[in-house]
């Protein structure tokens, strides 16, 4: 299962690495990207042109009645996603490359699960396999929606956990976003673990376990500084302080 990643490229970079065509869009970066959120993600136009646009993470198929009642995956097995009726028409149809600049997973020890950082050892920014797909509501603008693909681990990740988001070669990229290319065997091929030796691990603070933490400080091993503790007021100057706001309410 992959939960959760980071991308914090700028647009400029995607565009260039992934050959994306159009212009720039404003990207926010994100430390600790988490199901819901919009992120962004590579898709095929109807002009077969490489986009780079904002899906929410959770996938929704075209077909459900209702988002709210749909399941919104956010991961489908590699290994099953051409059949299960969730993903099979998006797999055919809507394969997607989910920029990432790496993920993370956690390791249990007990009841206590710490958490990793993967990422690839140039340290540039990698293409997760991805599918999406569009519902559309009676009325406003369509809701685009994505999944990842996972598989078995590599020996970089086996050690943390027994899944890792499908990391594509380069070379798969091509093959992987080809509309014309529906047979399952031939995706499969690319569908596979990263080769060992092509990620590097190393810790990262609890603090990536909230997916309302979203800034550099998810890298920091530190302790986050403690609370302070909030002043004494005495009693006679919380009834000045309560009395002069009062009167600054009835002023205005």
């Known amino acids: 299962m992959c939960g959760r990643y980071w991308i914090t490229s700028p647009a400029d ?3 260039s ?4 065509q159009g212009e720039a869009i404003p990207l926010r970066p994100r430390w600790n990207a988490a199901p819901g959120q919009e992120l962004p993600v590579i898709h095929l136009a109807v002009t077969a042109v490489r ?3 904002p899906m929410r993470w959770g996938l929704v198929p075209a077909w459900a009645s209702d988002p709210a009642d749909a399941g919104r995956p956010i991961n489908a097995r590699a290994e099953t996603a051409a059949t299960k009726p969730s993903f099979r028409e998006a797999f055919r149809r809507r394969r997607a490359l989910v920029p990432a600049d790496g993920f993370y997973e956690w390791k249990r020890y007990g009841h206590v699960a710490v958490p990793f950082g993967f990422r690839v050892k140039s340290r540039e920014p990698f293409a997760i396999a991805g599918l999406w ?16 693909l996972t598989t078995d681990a590599s020996a970089d990740v086996a ?3 027994d899944r ?3 990391i594509l070669e380069p070379g798969a990229e091509e093959l992987w ?5 529906e047979d399952a065997a031939s995706l499969a091929k690319v569908l596979r673990p990263l080769r060992a030796g092509a990620l590097e691990s190393f810790d990262v603070s609890s603090r990536v376990n909230s997916p309302e933490v979203d800034d550099p400080s998810v890298f920091d091993l530190a302790d986050p500084p403690a609370p302070k503790k909030p002043k004494r007021v005495h009693p006679e100057k919380e009834m000045q302080r309560s009395l002069w706001e009062n009167g ?3 002023a205005a």
């Open 248 to 250: 600054d309410d009835d």
């Open 159 to 161: 050690r943390v956990h």
């Open 164 to 166: 890792m988001p499908v």
């Open 51 to 53: 986009r780079l646009e």
């Open 133 to 148: 797909d569009e519902w559309r509501p009676r009325e406003g603008p369509p809701l685009r929606t994505f999944a990842l």
């Open 13 to 15: 970079i995607l565009i």
């Open 177 to 181: 976003l080809d509309p014309r290319v």
């Open 17 to 20: 690495r992934f050959r994306v």
